[in-house]
């Protein structure tokens, strides 16, 4: 029962705490019986939702978080679902930020996936689109990596990402692809204004037909042996020059 397909397991205090702050159906919240510093908002939460709390072992929460560091509390979390894509667009609306997306071309790892969802939420991006094919879905995996984040960040996916950045590159966007062979260097992008931000698949980056579409090709210098960086740290480091840049 504990294994349902309509369910995923979210484990460790800090991602089972965003689940239910962000208002995502959480079925029933499985803790340590005995179990100390246990955080009381995390009881506050299930008693207010009326969700059902199970007092159990620490064998049958090992099981539910195969073997992961649950730190005592397991929860069963209705699957997180994609949103639209006019849902996403509709994001920056009324913000006080100019409009900024994070388009991810067929990223397959869900630590890497979390992680980007995680900087992203951080940095203001308004919303994630990913293709229907070749990326990630969004499961507990990328929920743990995430810290919760992508309960906070809608996230779309659609059938081709080309047209999407036609579409905001014909809006005035600037349309900033990475790439290691880009020509021109990060911080010379102009974050200020409306932007989309794409980063390519781990091993093989951006595919020819939406390296087209950018108004900007960058990249961050390497000075050492190293000839590329993991998607979610080359993530990271354009994703908070945007931060910096909108702050300056």
């Known amino acids: 029962m504990e ?4 369910q995923e397991i979210v484990y460790g205090r800090h991602p089972v705490a965003e689940a239910l702050r962000s208002g995502r159906p959480v079925l029933r919240l499985y803790v340590l019986a005995g179990a100390r510093g246990i955080p009381r908002e995390l ?3 299930a008693r207010e939702r009326a969700i059902p709390v199970v007092h159990t072992d620490r064998v049958r929460l090992d099981r539910l978080a195969r073997q992961g560091n649950h730190q005592g509390v397991v929860a069963a979390v209705g699957t997180q679902d994609f949103v639209s894509l006019q849902e996403v667009l509709e994001r920056p609306l009324g913000s006080p930020r100019p409009a900024f997306f994070l388009v991810l071309d067929g990223v397959q790892d869900p630590g890497n996936l979390g992680a980007l969802l995680r900087t992203a939420e951080g940095a203001g991006v308004h919303g994630v689109i990913v293709p229907g094919a070749g990326s990630c879905g969004l499961t507990a ?4 990596a995430a810290a919760g984040a992508d309960q906070f960040l809608p996230v779309a996916r659609v059938e081709k990402l080309g047209p999407v950045l036609r ?3 014909e809006g005035g966007f600037e349309v900033v692809g990475a790439a290691a062979e880009g020509p021109e260097v990060y911080t010379s992008a ?3 204004r409306p932007t989309a931000l794409v980063l390519g698949a781990e091993g093989r980056g951006l595919t020819p037909n939406l390296v087209a579409q950018c108004t900007r090709l ?4 390497l000075l050492g042996q190293v000839g590329s960086l993991n998607v979610s740290a080359a993530g990271a480091i354009l994703l908070y020059e945007a931060v910096r840049q909108r702050q300056s």
């Open 141 to 144: 995996a990328v929920t743990r």
């Open 43 to 45: 009881f506050a939460a």
């Open 190 to 192: 102009d974050f200020r």
């Open 167 to 169: 579409r905001f590159r």
């Open 3 to 6: 294994d349902r397909s309509e």
């Open 218 to 221: 960058v990249r961050i210098p």
